[in-house]
């Protein structure tokens, strides 16, 4: 049988693809077969992602993109930029996001509005201009970023706007999954917990928020970025090809008992 989790010759896009877990799953994919496009806000933090990457599998093929995921031109620019490089699109990573943690009588309406519009109309602008492609092709896989903040609140507060982006997210999984189920286009997320990343300093630096989520989590350990890659690579596979709509806890635990 063949291997079902190769992505052989399969063009991916990662958006955020020069952060933490992004760089990590674009890695996973480049090393299962997928030709990758790391695509994010700063061209020498994607051109090192992508010399990264060659130099790390032989014959493999990646390029770095800049782009703002906030500015709808900007995305169609580059699915433009994909298509024209590598001729269409396969798999879509939806891997940027950013927070801003303020308890509730703090935060602004700026504040607000910057984590909303790159966490979730974001992912919906990714979406819709990847997907006309993946709709065109009648086959695609989508692997949206979401949390275990999506159905989780956070112990210590201060999470509002990041924690309803990841519920958005979720939604947005489920509802695609169902409109492009006809064209066979796959989409799911993964949940992660705590993930050692720049993202993630704040709570890792605070040890008393850092006791707190190991006490929330059976395998007691933060996640790394390599552990976000086996799941990645099996949504970007054909072994996930009758999964749709789903989120995927990466989580050591944390959702299983809170
Ligand atoms: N690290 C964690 O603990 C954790 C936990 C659960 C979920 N997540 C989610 O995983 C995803 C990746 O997180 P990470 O840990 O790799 O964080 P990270 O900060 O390392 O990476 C996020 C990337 O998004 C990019 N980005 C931000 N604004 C952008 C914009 N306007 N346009 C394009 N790119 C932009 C950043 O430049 C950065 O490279 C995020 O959606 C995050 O919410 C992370």
């Known amino acids: 049988m063949a291997n079902v989790f190769r992505v052989d010759n399969q063009i991916a896009v990662v958006l955020g693809g020069a952060g933490g877990i992004g760089e990590a799953m674009a890695s996973g994919l480049a090393e299962y077969g997928a030709k990758v496009v790391i695509a994010d806000i700063s061209q020498e933090r994607v051109d090192a992602v992508a010399s990264d990457i060659k130099a790390k599998f032989k014959g493999s093929e990646a390029i770095g993109v800049k782009f703002d995921v906030t500015d709808e ?15 269409t699109v396969d798999i879509l990573v939806n891997s940027h996001g950013v927070n ?68 958005a997210i979720d939604m947005i999984t489920r509802s695609l999954a169902s409109e492009w189920a006809p064209h066979k286009i796959n989409v799911n997320a993964i949940g992660p917990s705590t993930v050692a990343t720049k993202f993630s300093e704040a709570t890792l630096n605070d040890p008393a928020k850092l006791q707190r989520f190991l006490s929330s989590c059976p395998l007691g350990r933060v996640g790394q970025p390599s552990d976000m890659v086996g799941a990645c690579v099996f949504l970007a596979s054909a072994a996930s090809d009758f999964m749709t709509g789903q989120i995927l806890y990466l989580d050591g635990g944390l959702t299983a008992i809170g």
Request: proline share 0%.
């Open 73 to 87: 031109k900007s995305v169609a620019a580059l699915r433009d930029k994909v298509v024209s490089t590598f001729g």
């Open 100 to 167: 801003v943690k303020k308890m509730a009588t703090e935060i602004t309406v700026s504040d607000w509005d910057f984590i909303f519009n790159i966490n979730v109309r974001g992912t919906m602008l990714s979406c819709r201009e990847f997907g006309k492609v993946m709709i065109k092709n009648k086959k695609g896989k989508v692997i949206n970023l979401s949390s275990v903040r999506g159905v989780r609140a956070t112990a210590w507060g201060g999470n509002e706007a990041y924690a309803s982006t990841k519920a």
